[in-house]
């Protein structure tokens, strides 16, 4: 049975996420990479420094 880990999840909702905003708010296909792929990063990397910066407050 598939059982994600914290991160695999982080990221499998970020690709999931990323490809609907992409496709629901530009109109051409370039933009739509484009776009998604701005938010994956956006996405993966915010969860990243947060994670970090909970880290450091809880020790």
């Given at each position: 049975m598939f059982s994600p880990t914290h991160f695999t999840a982080l990221v499998l909702f970020a690709l999931f996420a990323s490809?609907?905003?992409g496709i629901t708010q530009r109109d051409t296909p370039q933009r739509m990479v484009r776009y998604g792929a701005?938010?994956?990063a956006l996405f993966?990397?915010?969860a990243v420094l947060?994670?970090?910066l909970m880290y450091l407050?809880?020790?």
């Open positions: 490809v609907v905003f701005y938010c994956f993966v990397g915010s947060l994670s970090w407050i809880a020790r």
